[in-house]
């Protein structure tokens, strides 16, 4: 199981969720959807609770979608290669 986070660079949405092959879903959701979605991360394990409470601010009211203020981005740069570190 791997934990991902992937953007709708439309929307600016980020789904932070979990899968076996992140790659195959986020290529699912492409084909439903009809455009392109960017996979920001894909780490081994089940972290999304814990993503889930640091950015329980920003959730949106469908599933495991949280409108990014710059917080999940700045997240990402600083501090997810370091604490998601093999």
Not at 19 to 31: R, S
Not at 37 to 61: K, N, S, Y
Request: hydrophobic share 40%.
């Amino acid at each position: 199981m791997k934990t991902y986070l992937m953007k709708n660079p439309v929307t600016g949405l980020v789904k932070i969720a979990k899968a076996v092959e992140p790659e195959t879903v986020v290529k699912m959701i492409e084909d439903g959807a009809g455009e392109r979605f960017e996979l920001l991360i894909a780490v081994d394990g089940d972290r999304v609770q814990e993503l889930h409470e640091r950015f329980t601010d920003l959730r949106q009211p469908f599933a495991d979608w949280f409108e990014d203020d710059g917080s999940i981005q700045v997240w990402l740069q600083e501090n997810a290669p370091q604490e998601w570190a093999q």
